[in-house]
């Protein structure tokens, strides 16, 4: 450790003060006081050898502290100083943002570029209801599905219709239909591409 003068005071109320203070507000100035204090009233007891050992561990317990206070300080120097970067910087942002004429959206709202072809275009809402919309629509066809296997397995008899005819008939009628539509679809298609049947 340093050479310090030596304190000519005796009362000590300011050298407990040391002592009284928290541990994360001590200076290295408020070491030296609490050393003072404890080699003062090490001196009281004599010069038993017990005494000296244990003086000479408290010298170095103190030489810790004062260490640790220096390294604590320093950092509490350090985040100071940053502390004070990061306001001169927010207030630059800032007058920057009103020169700038920049809205402030808050922390619920975003930009959406509308030129971005991968921009969002539904809203939450509209995505869920299309989404159970098209589950029904695929649990009805997978119904539809297993029911048409049992009519073809001959599980289940053929329904007449209610223009009196059976189902199986029915059937090929709309058959016929869809074959008469897949044309009618083809040439809509085929005249859309250019191609003329």
Known sequence: MEDHP???EEDGEEDEGALAKSPLQLTTDDVYDISYVVGRELMALGSDPRVTRLQFKIVRVMEMLETLVNEG???VEELRMERDNLKQEVEGLRKAGVSGAQVNLGPDKMVVDLTDPNRPRFTLQELREVLQ???KLKSQLLLV?????????????PRETPGGRREKDAVVA???GEKEERTIMKKLFSFRSGKHT
């Open 6 to 8: 030596v304190r000519e």
């Open 73 to 75: 300080s320093l950092a």
């Open 133 to 135: 919309e098209r589950n």
């Open 145 to 157: 599905q297993e029911e048409l296997q049992c009519y073809r397995s001959g599980l289940l008899p």
């Open 174 to 176: 709309m058959g016929n």
